[in-house]
């Protein structure tokens, strides 16, 4: 299972929000291009870079920024906020990103999304699917989380068929930063739902044991955050406990 530690860009700053809230915003340092290398020196392969300030304007903000990011450093980014158009996903890809992560396009657009995943390659595009849990029904959150889908998340998977899609992060908003562990219970749904998916856990991790955990419940890669910023464990503990 691949590891992603999670860059967050707010400002210029790495920060992490509660809940996904743009009012509950914990900054931790100023310089995301040292945090890459960090993360690097001790064997990260990939890292997950958001424009948050993109997600809540609903418009590329830091591309410029994390197109340096994805430069900097012999490590593979993955990274999205404010991808709204082809065009967003391209000038991310020329700038060095591995994989753009589409969000609310994937719910409200899904036949552009499959254009582009046509056009650009499934391997370099993944969807983010971030849920809120109502009833037991996991309902996809849109711009920033500040607006609820109309279509529930099983629903708008079926719009992406097996074989357009590859890669999907899915995030239990209401775990996301709060390190209460992930949604094991919808990963592995998702998994054996979408066996044809590699399924990305996000949202609350907070030791390595939910790493394993993830892995355990059939997905591909984990996204870390606040966990790592906070000394739960580092990078390099995941990677061995993974190994």
Same mark, same amino acid.
């Given at each position: 299972m691949i590891v992603y530690p999670a860059?967050?860009?707010?400002?210029?700053?790495?920060?992490?929000?509660?809940?996904?809230?743009?009012?509950?915003?914990?900054?931790?340092?100023? &310089?995301?291009? /040292?945090?890459?290398?960090?993360?690097?020196?001790?064997? =990260?392969?990939? *890292?997950? !870079?958001? #424009?948050?300030?993109?997600?809540?304007?609903?418009?590329a903000v830091q591309h410029e920024l994390i197109g340096r990011l994805a430069r900097s450093a012999d490590v593979r980014v993955q990274s999205g906020g404010g991808v709204r158009s082809r065009e967003d996903v391209a000038?991310?890809?020329?700038?060095?990103?591995?994989?753009?992560?589409?969000?609310?396009?994937?719910?409200?657009?899904?036949?552009?999304?499959? &254009?582009?995943? /046509?056009?650009?390659?499934?391997?370099?595009?993944?969807? =983010?699917?971030? *849920?809120? !849990?109502? #009833?037991?029904?996991?309902?996809?959150?849109?711009?920033?989380?500040?607006?609820?889908?109309?279509?529930?998340?099983?629903?708008?998977l079926d719009r992406f068929p097996e074989g357009t899609a590859r890669h999907v992060l899915v995030t239990d908003v209401g775990r996301?930063?709060?390190?209460?562990?992930?949604?094991?219970?919808?990963?592995?749904?998702?998994?054996?739902?979408?066996?044809?998916?590699?399924?990305q856990a996000s949202g609350g991790v907070a030791d390595v044991s939910d790493l394993t955990a993830s892995r355990d419940a059939g997905c591909a890669g984990a996204i870390v955050g606040r966990a790592i910023y906070e000394g739960r464990f580092t990078v390099d503990q995941a990677l061995e406990a993974l190994r």
């Amino acid at each position: 299972m691949i590891v992603y530690p999670a860059i967050d860009l707010k400002d210029g700053g790495c920060v992490r929000l509660m809940h996904g809230r743009f009012d509950q915003v914990t900054r931790y340092d100023h &310089d995301p291009a /040292a945090r890459l290398a960090a993360f690097v020196d001790v064997g =990260a392969e990939w *890292v997950h !870079v958001v #424009d948050l300030d993109g997600a809540q304007a609903g418009r590329a903000v830091q591309h410029e920024l994390i197109g340096r990011l994805a430069r900097s450093a012999d490590v593979r980014v993955q990274s999205g906020g404010g991808v709204r158009s082809r065009e967003d996903v391209a000038a991310l890809l020329d700038a060095g990103v591995a994989r753009v992560v589409v969000g609310s396009q994937a719910v409200t657009a899904p036949g552009a999304v499959a &254009d582009w995943l /046509a056009e650009f390659g499934t391997e370099r595009i993944a969807l =983010a699917l971030d *849920v809120n !849990v109502r #009833d037991g029904v996991p309902m996809p959150a849109l711009k920033g989380w500040t607006e609820p889908a109309s279509v529930d998340l099983w629903a708008a998977l079926d719009r992406f068929p097996e074989g357009t899609a590859r890669h999907v992060l899915v995030t239990d908003v209401g775990r996301d930063g709060a390190l209460t562990g992930p949604n094991l219970e919808l990963l592995a749904d998702v998994v054996r739902r979408r066996p044809d998916l590699q399924v990305q856990a996000s949202g609350g991790v907070a030791d390595v044991s939910d790493l394993t955990a993830s892995r355990d419940a059939g997905c591909a890669g984990a996204i870390v955050g606040r966990a790592i910023y906070e000394g739960r464990f580092t990078v390099d503990q995941a990677l061995e406990a993974l190994r």
